[in-house]
C-alpha cells in the first residue's frame, strides 16, 4: 500500500523557474493537503482541496497554484520560483470524521537558487 | 500569528528517561490536539491525539495531557528510546470532520534526541 506519494523528491532550480510538485494517494481520501515545512515555523498550510474539483488557500498561498485533477491527485504548481520558497514541501491527505488523520507523502525537497 | 506555541525546540534525553514537550494554544475555540511524530527524511504521522472533554490520554509509552483552563497540553514519553528520537509535533484544530487538516495549526516542532 503506497499510501501519498509525491515527486520529485529533490529539486533545485533557478530563480525565476517553474516547476511543478505532484501528488497521488491511493487511500480513496476526499480532502488533499500542501504543506511547507520551514526550521523552527512548523508546518504551514499552502492549499488544500476538500474534495474532487474544490481548491482554497491556506495560509501561504501567495506564489503557489494548485490542480485538483482528480480524486486521486492534487499538484502543486510554483509559477516563477523565488529563494524564499527554498523548503520541504509535503502533500497530505485524509479521509472523513471522527479522526481527520493526515497521512503524509515523504515530502519534497527543493531548493531555489 | 503562531496560534499554537510550542516547547523546547529541542530536547536531549538519556534512555529510560521521560520526554516532555509543552504546547499552548490561543483560540479557546479549538476541540481536537494531535501529536505528530517525524521521522528524519520522512513526513509527521499521528502519534496521539486528544480532546478537550478528558485531562488525559495514554497510548503505551505516550501520554497526552491536556489542562483547558491553561490552555496547554503536553506530551510525555516515559521509557524514552532511542527509537523515539524524532521531531514532534503539537498541532490544534476547531474539528476532525472531512476538512480538518484545513484547520490544523501546527507548533514549531520539537527535536527530541534520545541517547543510549
Known amino acids: 500500500n503506497a499510501g501519498v506519494t509525491q515527486t520529485p523528491k529533490f529539486q533545485v532550480l533557478k530563480t525565476g523557474q517553474s516547476m511543478t510538485l505532484q501528488c497521488a494517494q491511493d487511500?480513496?481520501?476526499?480532502?488533499m493537503y500542501w504543506y511547507r515545512q520551514d526550521p523552527g515555523m512548523g508546518l504551514r498550510l499552502i492549499y488544500y482541496?476538500?474534495?474532487?474539483?474544490?481548491?482554497d488557500k491556506g495560509e501561504v498561498p501567495n506564489g503557489y497554484n494548485v490542480s485538483r485533477l482528480n480524486k486521486r491527485e492534487f499538484s502543486l504548481r510554483l509559477e516563477s520560483a523565488a529563494p524564499s520558497q527554498t523548503s520541504v514541501y509535503f502533500c497530505?491527505?485524509?479521509?472523513?470524521?471522527?479522526?481527520?488523520?493526515?497521512?503524509f507523502g515523504e515530502g519534497s525537497r527543493l531548493t531555489v537558487l | 500569528q503562531q496560534q499554537v506555541k510550542q516547547s523546547p525546540q529541542s530536547l536531549i534525553v538519556q534512555k529510560g528517561g521521560i520526554s516532555i514537550i509543552n504546547c499552548a494554544y490561543e483560540?479557546?475555540?479549538?476541540?481536537?490536539f494531535p501529536w505528530y511524530q517525524q521521522f528524519p527524511g520522512k513526513g509527521p504521522a499521528l502519534l496521539i491525539a486528544?480532546?478537550?472533554?478528558?485531562s488525559e490520554k495514554k497510548e503505551g509509552r505516550f501520554t497526552i495531557s491536556f489542562n483547558k483552563s491553561a490552555k496547554q497540553f503536553s506530551l510525555h514519553i516515559m521509557d524514552s528510546q532511542p527509537g523515539d528520537s524524532a521531531t514532534y509535533f503539537c498541532?490544534?484544530?476547531?474539528?476532525?470532520?472531512?476538512?480538518?487538516?484545513?484547520?490544523?495549526?501546527f507548533g514549531e516542532g520539537t527535536q527530541l534526541t534520545v541517547n543510549p
Open positions: 497530505a491527505s485524509s479521509s472523513i470524521a471522527p479522526t481527520g488523520e493526515l497521512f
Open positions: 487511500m480513496n481520501h476526499n480532502s
Open positions: 482541496s476538500a474534495s474532487e474539483g474544490t481548491t
Open positions: 483560540n479557546t475555540a479549538f476541540d481536537y
Open positions: 486528544i480532546r478537550p472533554d478528558v
Open positions: 498541532a490544534a484544530s476547531k474539528g476532525n470532520g472531512e476538512t480538518s487538516g484545513s484547520r490544523l495549526t
